[in-house]
Nanobody, 112 residues
Framework: VQLVESGGGWVQPGGSLRLSCAASGFSFSRYDMSWYRQPPGKERELVATIRSAGGSTNYADSVKGRFTISRDNVRNTVYLQMNSLKPEDTAVYYC??????RGQGTQVTVSS
């Protein structure tokens, strides 16, 4: 199993980023996928989950209305569109499978 996140970086408050997680080594389309984040010095938290077929999503209250999770079961990729970013969104973001596999993460920094 391999999960490779990309798309992180530095952005000013109010800006946007789109994260990608390319998956391989398992039947991607059969599994729900999630994005987690770990802010510096804080506990890891669940950001968003998307069902295997892509029809149902769930979000942490802190990101509802600003973040959108989506997936492409042909490209075996899950995305996280992040809009109206805030400094408190600064964290390492990574995707995760229900079995607990996760990538190395991608750093998102929101500051002026």
């Amino acid at each position: 199993v391999q999960l490779v996140e990309s798309g992180g970086g530095w952005v000013q408050p109010g800006g946007s980023l789109r994260l990608s997680c390319a998956a391989s080594g398992f039947s991607f389309s059969r599994y729900d996928m999630s994005w987690y984040r770990q802010p510096p010095g804080k506990e890891r938290e669940l950001v968003a989950t998307i069902r295997s077929a892509g029809g149902s999503t769930n979000y942490a209250d802190s990101v509802k209305g600003r973040f959108t999770i989506s997936r492409d079961n042909v490209r075996n990729t899950v995305y996280l569109q992040m809009n109206s970013l805030k400094p408190e969104d600064t964290a390492v973001y990574y995707c995760k499978t229900p079995q607990g596999y996760r990538g190395q993460g991608t750093q998102v920094t929101v500051s002026s």
